[in-house]
């Protein structure tokens, strides 16, 4: 069974940075689209940044210039670095794997993040 185990989330001040880790097993990782999505209390989940196979990435619009998405296929892991944390970024951050040839979806754990003032 595939698996992703996501890593890194901390309690942090206005303004630092942490770099979240996803690395996943029993899958082609290179074959995969990538994902960050979060989650904040009373909120829906959402999209914060994507990294297809090929290596083409995207950000939602609250995050742009602030966070990164990089992905190594050699140790199949995604990462998300966060840089100029808000308190509006404090959620759970959720890694996804998505390979729509084989209609296989795969999702972490989770990892808190919380950003204090």
């Known amino acids: 069974q595939a698996r992703l185990d996501e890593s890194g989330g901390a309690l942090v001040q206005v303004g630092g940075s942490l770099r979240l880790s996803c690395r996943a097993s029993?899958?082609?990782?290179?074959?995969?689209?990538l994902n960050w999505y979060r989650q904040a209390p009373g909120k829906q989940r959402e999209l914060v940044a994507h990294i297809t196979s090929g290596g083409t990435t995207n950000y939602a619009d609250s995050v742009k210039g602030r966070f990164s998405i990089s992905r190594d296929n050699a140790v199949n892991t995604v990462y998300l670095q966060l840089n100029s944390l808000k308190p509006e970024d404090t959620a759970v951050y959720y890694c996804?794997?998505?390979?729509?040839?084989?209609?296989?979806?795969?999702w972490g754990q989770g990892t808190q993040v919380t950003v204090s003032s």
């Open positions: 996804n794997a998505n390979y729509q040839a084989w209609g296989n979806d795969y």
């Open positions: 029993k899958m082609v990782f290179s074959f995969y689209d």
